[in-house]
Every structure is written in C-alpha cells, then in structure tokens.
C-alpha cells in the first residue's frame, strides 16, 4: 500500500476500529460526466487482486478465503461466482468479526462536484440467517443519508444459487471540492447463528453535470439490470 494511499483510508476512516484492514490504491475521477465502472472480474478473494481504489478491513482476523459459491462456511472475504464472472463477497464469522469494504475517490476534476450518483447489484450467494450489510458515506459524503440502500439478507434459498438485488442513490445539491476524498463502506450487521454470505457486484459511480445526470445515471442503471438479466 502506498503511502498516499494509507493516507486516503485513514482520513475516510477516521475514528472507526479495525483491526486489520488490505486497500489497494485510490480511484481519482479526472472530469465532470466521469464514470467509474467495476464489474470485479479480477478480484479472485485473494489480498493482492483488490481492485484499486477500494479497501477490505476486518474488526478482529481478516480472511482471504479465494473463489466460490457460497457452499463454503469458512469467514472472510470471497470471490462468489464462477470464472471470469466474480463478485466482492463476505461471510462473516465470530473470528472476523464485522466486515467492512469501501471504495474512495478523490475529486481530480479541479472543479466542485455538485452531484454523485451510484449503482450496484448485492448478490446473495449462501442462505442461513437474517444478516445483511449496512451503508455509510465517507469523506465529502460522511453526512449524506445512505439508509436506504442496505440490505437484509433472506434465510431460504439453495446455497451456491445467487439471487441479485439492483441498487442505486443518488445526490444532488452538495459540494465536494477539488482534492477532496468521499466514498461509500458497506460493513456487515450480524444476526444470531451461522450468517448468510452477500457479495456487492456491477459498481458505478457517475458525477456528471447536473443537466446531464438524469439521463446517464439512468440509462446506466437499465444498463446494468438488463446485463444481470441476461446472465441469469
């Protein structure tokens, strides 16, 4: 990890317990009406193939488990999936703790940014209890309301059989200036017995002009609920 990227996750991060914690670069959105896309292909649950710019971290061990299906029990990060097509999974256990895994930008523009929209399918993969991953806004976002974008996962289904949940939120009327950081977390909420296995896949982040915005984000959101469905 370099050293500005050390500096990254600590500003984001600032005030929050973890114990351990792996992050690979930082993403820098060079223009307004930028998109950033991360569809995890390369990710293979494994420390040195995070995708630059987001950041895995653990309350108590973290766990590099590699590549399944969700029929694994074992704690840590995962690559659910089949190959060629992962996605950014979790399985928390008594040994990790609280899982945590966030991506941060930095406003390269040289101009504010005045709205960010992002969008993301959650897959769950294992099926056991009511457990799920809540969502945060770091940096810039620290105080935006992500409340709404959390998830619970269900407790029947066949593991290693993935169901797909598309997600998205957006932001207007704020401020981030040039040079600033922001970026989302999403940390793992535990539930009584064995947890259930959820995975974040298909990730965009657009912040384009405000009289563009609509239309982009929207038409990439189709986008990407038409591409899982073909996949199914």
């Known amino acids: 990890m370099t050293k500005k990227s050390i500096q990254l996750f600590t500003a984001l991060t600032a005030g929050a317990a973890f114990a351990a914690s792996a992050a690979s670069g930082q993403i820098v959105l060079a223009s307004l009406d930028d998109v950033y896309q991360e569809n995890f292909n390369s990710w293979l649950g494994t420390a040195d193939s995070i995708p630059t710019g987001w950041n895995l971290s653990a309350a108590g061990t973290i766990e590099f488990r590699g590549t399944g299906t969700g029929t694994g029990t074992a704690g ?50 294992r099926y056991a209890n ?23 996962a269900s407790t029947t289904g066949t593991n290693g059989t993935v169901t797909v949940t598309p997600t998205s939120i957006s932001f207007s ?48 959101f189709l986008g990407l609920v038409l591409y899982r469905r073909r996949k199914k």
């Open 173 to 220: 009327a704020i401020e981030i200036e040039p040079g600033e950081v922001f970026g989302i977390s999403w940390t793992t909420v535990n539930a009584a017995g064995s947890n259930s296995a959820l995975a974040i896949n298909d990730f965009t982040a657009v912040i384009p002009e405000p009289s563009t915005y609509a239309a982009i984000f929207g038409a990439l």
């Open 130 to 152: 009511a457990s799920g991953l809540s969502v945060a806004g770091l940096g810039a976002l620290s105080s935006a309301d992500f409340s709404g974008v959390g998830i619970t």
């Open 76 to 125: 840590g990060f995962w690559a659910f999936g089949s190959t060629g097509s992962w996605a950014l999974g979790e399985l928390r256990s008594n040994a990790t703790g609280d899982l945590t895994m966030a991506v941060a930008f930095e406003n390269g523009t040289g101009e504010t940014i005045t709205s960010v929209g992002f969008s993301w399918n959650y897959e769950q993969w």
